[in-house]
């Protein structure tokens, strides 16, 4: 108990990390209040895309992922922690605050399994979990941009494979989207240019306050030594 209490203590940024699974029970709530009326999303070019249900796996690691991201952060990039979680909040609320003033949804999951697996019944359980409305823009596309914009941001990451890795496996993960039928091509398309405009404000504009502000903090530290 004494390590657990010394670790929380010297690493008060972790609450940030409350958001997240705050967040997903209310977008799990609010999801359920839409059931009709809604803005289909689906455009014909996604009759194309072929139902895939082998890339299910792909999409259930997205929250994994994000929360191991988050631990690594924690441990070791504090302030990357804390852009990183903010980037995640912004894009997430403004995202689930669209949906509530234009409630969406797609109608391209298939009324029933091709055949059945282990990939279909966790499609299948995925579809009874989550509702096919608030899908615009994907909030798993958003995600996967905050998580690939913190790789591409901590220090102790850019050696190595990590960030051609994380881009790659974001592409898989976004690409389940469509391929599992939890998205139609215009939720992933619209999530891609918000989950920039999100790291702009993030890692750019405040961003860049902090920066000035805690390289003047080192500084005026300097100067008292």
Avoid at 33 to 41: E, L, R
Wanted: glycine content about 6%; proline content about 6%; aromatic content about 16%.
């Amino acid at each position: 108990m004494q390590v657990v209490k010394a670790f929380v203590k010297s690493h008060p940024h972790m609450w940030w990390g409350l958001f997240l699974p705050a967040y997903l029970s209310a977008f799990f709530i609010i999801e359920h209040f839409i059931t009709g009326n809604y803005w289909a999303t689906q455009l014909p070019a996604d009759a194309l895309i072929p139902f895939c249900p082998y890339f299910i796996f792909f999409y259930m690691s997205w929250s994994p992922l994000l929360v191991a991201l988050g631990l690594y952060l924690i441990v070791r990039d504090a302030e990357g922690f804390r852009r990183y979680i903010w980037m995640l909040a912004l894009s997430f609320f403004s995202a689930t605050l669209f949906c509530v003033l234009v409630p969406n949804g797609q109608d391209l999951r298939p009324a029933e399994m091709p055949q059945q697996n282990i990939f279909t019944w966790a499609v299948q359980l995925t579809y009874d979990l989550d509702t096919n409305t608030n899908v615009f823009p994907s909030v798993h596309v958003l995600g996967v941009v905050a998580a690939v914009a913190a790789v591409w941001k901590t220090p102790g990451l850019h050696r190595g494979f990590w960030r051609p890795a994380a881009a790659l496996y974001g592409v898989v993960i976004i690409a389940s989207t469509l391929l599992v039928k939890q998205h139609a091509l215009l939720d992933v398309l619209a999530a891609i240019p918000w989950g920039l405009l999100s790291y702009g404000i993030v890692y750019g504009v405040i961003g860049r306050v902090r920066d000035r502000r805690m390289a003047g903090a080192a500084q005026k530290g300097k100067m008292e030594r």
